[in-house]
């Protein structure tokens, strides 16, 4: 995936990604060997299914809230909280409002 232009000013996040009706909506801001920095814009009902990653991964609500269960545990994150989804770990996210999230994925 391409690396966003972000010029030499700087911007808001959240401005950075739209919500979509009924969608999930990714824009990849940075994609490296080491790791991606992703920002999702969820619509109000929307999210990830379980799925696991061989990557920690940290996830910063921008805007909203998100319903996140890792391994069968749920957290309720608020706008400004973070967590992290450790590797091998079972996660999903889920949206009861209209939310938008940073994704840091970390390789090894």
């Not at 990830?48 to 545990?73: M, Q, R, W």
């Not at 309720?76 to 994925?105: C, F, T």
């Amino acid at each position: 995936m391409a690396q966003a232009d972000f010029g030499k000013e700087a911007q808001s996040l959240a401005s950075l990604v739209d919500y979509q009706n009924g969608s999930v909506v990714s824009r990849t801001l940075l994609s490296k060997s080491a790791g991606t920095v992703t920002l999702f814009a969820f619509d109000e009902s929307q999210g990830l299914s379980e799925h696991t990653t061989p990557y920690d991964a940290l996830v910063l609500v921008v805007d909203g809230g998100l319903d996140v269960t890792i391994d069968g545990e749920p957290h309720r994150l608020a706008d400004g909280e973070v967590l992290l989804m450790p590797a091998d770990k079972p996660h999903s996210i889920h949206s009861s409002e209209r939310s938008k999230m940073l994704l840091v994925m970390i390789r090894e």
